[in-house]
Nanobody
Framework: VQLQASGGGLVQAGGSLRLSCAAS????????MAWFRQAPGKERDFVAH????????NYAASVKGRFTISRDNAKNTLYLQMNSLKPEDTAIYYC?????????????????????WGQGTQVTVSS
């Protein structure tokens, strides 16, 4: 599976962005997919997870209620709708696929569960 993330950019605090992650190489089937992010000087952190086949989701506490992860089966594309953006949301955002696996919630935030990664897209939120 190859993943291509896009949609990042510069936005003012309170604004919105939608990130996309196009998958190629094979159908995502029943995999788990997720978004992670890495702020400057910090480790990469979990943002949101979705079980592709059923659409169930879970989120990091810091984005719950503001971000929405979704997928389009026909387009084989993962999305992250980000609303009410804050300066602390500034980071490089990565999409990831747990190829061949459907993760339980407690495992969904672990980087080691994901075997395919996109190249990252920069999101910058100005105050």
């Amino acid at each position: 599976v190859q993943l291509q993330a896009s949609g990042g950019g510069l936005v003012q605090a309170g604004g919105s962005l939608r990130l996309s992650c196009a998958a190629s190489g094979r159908s995502l089937g029943s995999y788990s997919m997720a978004w992670f992010r890495q702020a400057p000087g910090k480790e990469r952190d979990f943002v949101a997870h979705i079980r592709w086949s059923v659409g169930s989701t879970n989120y990091a506490a810091s984005v719950k209620g503001r971000f929405t992860i979704s997928r389009d089966n026909a387009k084989n594309t993962l999305y992250l709708q980000m609303n009410s953006l804050k300066p602390e949301d500034t980071a490089i955002y990565y999409c990831a696929a747990a190829v061949g696996k459907v993760l339980i919630t407690s495992a969904s935030a672990l980087e080691r569960e994901y075997t395919a990664w996109g190249q990252g897209t920069q999101v910058t939120v100005s105050s």
